[in-house]
């Protein structure tokens, strides 16, 4: 039903172990966004990626590293994370929204991260 | 201030009332705005954007007062199914999309 997806749904990680989140959208959008839902707390932007091309990066700790290889796929690459960075993971996907007025974004069902 | 503001809740409603949430956001320069809504664990999805007009879905309408800087969802006839958290959102630029932390409804039979 969604045309975006995330791979895996539920990761649990030790703060020694790297690993990485996978994002595919079928919306032949061509931006996309990776976001953190932390309990309780609005939505966090973490990253943007336009045209594959990165245009945001909101003070992200360098333990996460995004790679956006095409306007379909989408990477967080996890590395060294500490327990506070257990949240959901979301990816989202828009139109370019250079010149678009109402750029909805669309989201996939997350990664549920648990750092120990 | 907090960027985008909403009133938590919870709303506890019987099925078939009407009810409203507001939304105030603190950038005047605001170009557009969602009202999304997110099931208990699963991603947001688009409710409906918000049209300077205003604008109706079926039992959902959305409205924007520019001048007070604040956004209104109303539903009518509350169904069970409508019970969830929704999210008032504000895109300040070409990808900055602000989200308020939710309001959350239940709505009893």
């Known amino acids: 039903e969604t045309g975006v997806t995330q791979t895996p749904r539920h990761l649990v990680m030790g703060m020694t172990n790297k690993k990485s989140l996978k994002c595919e959208q079928h919306?032949?959008?061509?931006?996309m966004y990776w976001y953190k839902q932390s309990a309780k707390k609005p939505l966090e932007l973490m990253f943007v990626y336009s045209l594959e091309e990165r245009v945001e990066n909101n003070s992200v700790p360098s333990r996460f590293s995004p790679e956006c290889p095409n306007s379909s796929h989408l990477f967080l690459h996890l590395h060294t994370l500490q327990p506070e960075d257990s949240a959901l993971y979301l990816c989202?996907?828009?139109?370019?929204?250079?010149?678009?007025?109402?750029?909805?974004?669309?989201f996939g069902p997350g990664t549920r991260l648990t750092v120990l | 201030r907090k960027e985008v503001e909403q009133d938590p809740g919870p709303f506890n409603v019987p099925e078939g009332a009407t009810v409203a949430f507001n939304c105030t956001y603190s950038?005047?320069?605001?170009?557009?705005f969602f009202w999304y809504r997110q099931d208990c664990r699963k991603e947001p999805k688009l409710l409906m954007s918000?049209?300077?007009s205003g604008n109706e879905d079926g039992r959902f309408t959305a409205q924007l007062n520019r001048a007070s800087q604040y956004i209104s969802l109303l539903i009518r006839d509350s169904k069970l199914s409508d019970s969830a958290t929704y999210l008032c959102?504000?895109?300040?630029?070409?990808?900055?999309?602000?989200f308020g932390a939710g309001t959350r409804l239940t709505v009893k039979p």
């Open positions: 950038n005047s320069a605001s170009q557009s």
């Open positions: 919306l032949g959008h061509n931006a």
């Open positions: 918000v049209y300077s």
């Open positions: 989202a996907s828009s139109q370019d929204p250079s010149g678009a007025r109402y750029n909805e974004q669309f």
């Open positions: 959102v504000v895109n300040e630029g070409l990808n900055d999309m602000r």
